[in-house]
């Protein structure tokens, strides 16, 4: 069934942060929260960002801190931060602070939902929360935009939305389950995800999606598009697997390599990027 983005946006939860004084130099690991800080025009306050932040202000860039999932402890000792902003999942890094003696706040980044949440929380720790209102309301007014806007046939694709796999092979595939924001953008904008499991990242052989039947396969593997292009992955699916209804009807369809994937800011091209891939010829 189409899930409004409304509802996601009714729903979204405000969680204070608990401080008495905003933090003057904070550290963000995950370049979701680093582009969130920025929407709300925080960014001065950041001191260290990890290797995979975009940034994309006039301020000047903050040192960078190691990769996300590996962050240079080291380093965040030197920068001496008042605050980490990091995943829920990063529950060894989270230990390291707690050790440390450093403060931090963990945000969950699996749904829409997540995006607002995170807004609002990082709008009450900076004193930004006008900013925070007004970036929840346009996000949500643009997906619910696009949504409104989309013309969803009688019979919905039912779309299967792969996120990992081995290079120049289809083994170790990972898709995407429900309840995660990128098959949330799928049912808002009129498609059904081919799997209906309870996995949250499913791992499927070829002969388990074929099995799922899916009418369109949906790419989403910036690193690898970057390293082979998109066309050699079209490739293997082209000689592995031509049995299957979506290749022999061309609809294995490759996301662009520049494509940020993360619940952020980003969610808006991602829908659109996704509406163009279900609907275009």
């Not at 240079?72 to 000792?77: A, D, N, P, Q």
């Not at 593997?221 to 061309?250: H, I, M, Q, S």
């Amino acid at each position: 069934m189409k899930k409004s983005i409304l509802l996601l946006l009714l729903c979204a939860l405000s969680i204070a942060a608990g401080l008495a004084a905003p933090p003057r130099r904070v550290i963000s690991v995950a370049p979701s929260l680093t582009d969130l800080v920025q929407a709300i025009l925080a960014e001065e306050s950041l001191v260290g960002i990890s290797d995979y932040c975009v940034w994309e202000s006039d301020v000047p860039e903050p040192p960078r801190i190691g990769k996300t999932l590996a962050p240079s402890k080291e380093e965040i000792l030197r920068l001496k931060p008042d605050m980490v902003l990091v995943y829920r999942e990063q529950q060894g890094l989270i230990t390291f602070l707690i050790e440390a003696g450093i403060p931090y706040l963990a945000f969950a980044h699996t749904t829409i939902g997540d995006i607002y949440d995170t807004l609002y929380r990082l709008g009450e720790l900076f004193g930004r929360e006008a900013e925070a209102a007004d970036k929840v309301r346009e996000i949500g007014s643009l997906l619910l935009r696009l949504e409104r806007n989309t013309e969803v046939p009688d019979v919905p694709p039912r779309v299967l939305i792969i996120v990992g796999r081995e290079p120049g092979s289809l083994k170790n595939i990972y898709a995407v389950g429900h309840g995660d924001f990128l098959s949330e953008l799928l049912e808002s904008l009129g498609a059904e995800n081919a799997y209906e499991g309870s996995l949250a990242y499913p791992r499927f052989s070829i002969e388990g999606i074929a099995a799922l039947d899916p009418d369109l396969i949906i790419e989403i593997l910036p690193d690898l598009a970057r390293a082979v292009g998109t066309e050699a992955l079209k490739k293997d699916w082209k000689a592995g697997a031509p049995f299957l209804r979506a290749v022999r009807n061309g609809k294995v369809k490759e996301a662009p390599p520049g494509l940020r994937v993360e619940p952020s800011t980003e969610v808006i091209p991602l829908a659109h990027t996704l509406k163009e891939m279900i609907y275009a010829d």
